[in-house]
């Protein structure tokens, strides 16, 4: 009985990683031909919904982090290896393609008459994306603090009212 617990709480993790309830109980452990109905009964459990509000508090912070940073290795990561792939003379061998780094790669194709095509993220939308994100941050603390000014405002005449 311990390791349904584990498989639930497991599954409540994927299932906020994944979006989808058959995906997420596979991986957790539950056999394929009950999976999508074990996920769906695991989230409707309360100890299921508080796991994955708990989790769900704990993962958004650091959800934007991760966003930022593929952001972050998007707009100034280095296309090293990513070069190494079109101007090889072979294809490298899978382990040597698994040890690339090729994260800012958007699509790779084998050319006919041999050569490989690779696309890159666009390194400007990145850098957009991180200008808009920074802007929106700066907003919303902008407007946190004019309200705060504002209800300080309101203290110092005397006037205890929390509205705005």
């Known amino acids: 009985m311990e390791s349904k617990k584990i498989n639930r709480?497991?599954?409540c993790y994927l299932y906020l990683k994944l979006g989808n309830v058959y995906e997420a109980a596979i991986k957790a452990g539950f056999p394929p031909e009950t999976a999508f109905y074990e996920g769906i009964k695991t989230l409707q459990m309360s100890s299921s919904q508080r796991v994955i509000k708990q989790l769900s508090n704990l993962i958004a912070p650091m959800r934007t982090?991760?966003?930022?940073?593929?952001?972050?290795?998007?707009?100034?990561?280095?296309?090293?290896?990513?070069?190494?792939l079109v101007f090889s003379e072979e294809l490298p061998s899978p382990s040597q393609i698994s040890g690339l780094d090729l994260f800012n790669v958007s699509e790779i194709k084998r050319v006919k008459g041999g050569?490989?095509?690779?696309?890159?993220?666009?390194?400007?939308?990145?850098l957009e994306k991180m200008f808009d994100y920074?802007?929106?941050?700066?907003?919303e603390n902008s407007a946190v603090s004019f309200i705060n000014a504002l209800r300080g405002s309101d203290n110092l005449?005397?006037?205890?009212?929390?509205?705005?």
């Not at 920074?134 to 907003?139: D, E, G, K, L, W």
Request: net charge negative; aromatic share 8%; no cysteine.
């Open 9 to 11: 709480k497991l599954f």
């Open 65 to 84: 982090m991760l966003i930022h940073s593929g952001l972050e290795r998007l707009a100034f990561g280095n296309s090293n290896d990513a070069a190494y």
């Open 115 to 126: 050569g490989v095509d690779v696309k890159l993220f666009d390194r400007q939308k990145a």
């Open 134 to 139: 920074a802007n929106s941050s700066n907003s």
């Open 157 to 164: 005449e005397g006037e205890d009212n929390n509205e705005i």
